[in-house]
């Protein structure tokens, strides 16, 4: 028989680790090539799905966009709308606002004068007299009536 020397040993020794260490990296490599496999499948998976997506996204951005420009049509329109009602209200209310304040008051004036003043009827609190857009209580108007006369 054959003694072992320690070199001998020593290289049994590294073969061994050596082949475990190839081993566990083997191992290692498989794993991560299918790893790899794996996540290249979910690329492929994701990139699929993803432009059609892309394209309904690009496709709604372009409605809305119609849209918008249809809305800002609609507004300018409107805006046109009030500017001429404005103008118009203007136009209305110059040309018979004072017209028909002045058909008013002498509409009043002709009442008073023809009718004259009763003066047996109480004046009471519920009485007004409007003066273009204004009204005087009963009281007040009273009040201005006698000082007029006092002067």
């Keep these: 028989m054959r003694t072992v020397s320690g070199g001998e040993v020593a290289g049994i020794l590294v073969a061994v680790f050596w082949a475990i260490l190839v081993s566990f990296l083997a191992v290692a490599l498989a794993r991560l090539a299918q790893t790899l496999r794996a996540t290249t499948k979910l690329v492929a998976d994701v990139t699929d799905q993803a432009v059609p997506l892309l394209a309904d996204a690009s ?6 966009q119609t849209q918008i420009d249809r809305v800002d049509a609609i507004a300018s329109d409107v805006q046109e709308v009030t500017s001429n009602a ?3 209200s203007t136009t209305v209310a110059s040309t018979f606002g004072g017209p028909l304040v002045k058909v008013a008051a002498f509409g009043y004036g002709v009442r008073r004068a023809l009718g004259g003043r009763k ?3 109480p004046a009471g609190p519920t009485r007004r007299t409007v003066i273009v857009g204004r009204t005087v209580p009963a009281a007040r108007r009273g009040r201005r009536n006698r000082g007029n006369a006092e002067k």
Excluded: N, T, W
């Excluded at 496709?59 to 809305?64: E, F, I, K």
């Design 86 to 88: 404005s103008a118009l």
């Design 119 to 121: 003066e047996d009827a």
């Design 59 to 64: 496709q709604a951005v372009r409605s809305a």
